[in-house]
Structure formats: C-alpha cells, structure tokens
C-alpha cells in the first residue's frame, strides 16, 4: 500500500550550507536537512536511534553523519547505521526544482 505525502517547502538551494545540518521542524517531526558538496540534498529523522543525539549538529563525511553524541555512523541516502553499530533513521525523499527545495512528508490524518 502506497503512503501519501506532501511536499514541504523547506528553503532554497542557495541558503543551505554544505555540509553543516540543518533542522527543519514540521508539526511533529524533526528533519535533519543536509547539502553535501557534489549537491545532494537529504533529509532525515534529526534523532540518532542510539541515545536520541541531534544528527544535524553532527559531522558529515560522504554520504554519512556522525552522531555528535557517540559518532554513529549513519547512511543519509538509506538511513541505515553502518555496522559494527545497529539501527536505522526515517529518510525522506527530497526534490529540487529549479532553486527550490522540498522535503517529502507522510500525510497527517
């Protein structure tokens, strides 16, 4: 069964910072945005799965977030936390047009 989102505008291009999270708060959920330097965008739950550490505030190298409480290693593009650590963060899809960003939500009922 397919999820219905929405489509949530979360900024410009231009104003997200490479590298360096971003938090991006919607009713009940905390995003943790990130523009890397190849210009990906991604978005994630901004909780690590470990101890709850605030993944925006972490280090990013690649792909991956460092969890600034006890440096898990996360997967931004699939939210998986790279072994020998377990677990994993809700990803969200992220599409840019033009120099829009837009972050996708599951629908509230």
Known sequence: ME???RNVFIGYDTELPERIGKTIVLEDMEI??????????????NRCPHRGGVLSE????G???????HDWKINMKDGLVQAPDEGCVQTYDVIHEDDKVYVQVPLTE
Not at 58 to 61: A, E, I, L, T, W
Not at 63 to 69: D, G, K, R
């Open 58 to 61: 972490g280090m990013v190298s």
């Open 63 to 69: 792909e991956h977030v460092f969890c600034p409480l």
């Open 32 to 45: 943790a945005v990130f523009k890397l330097t190849n210009g990906n965008i991604y978005a994630i739950e």
């Open 3 to 5: 999820q219905t989102v």
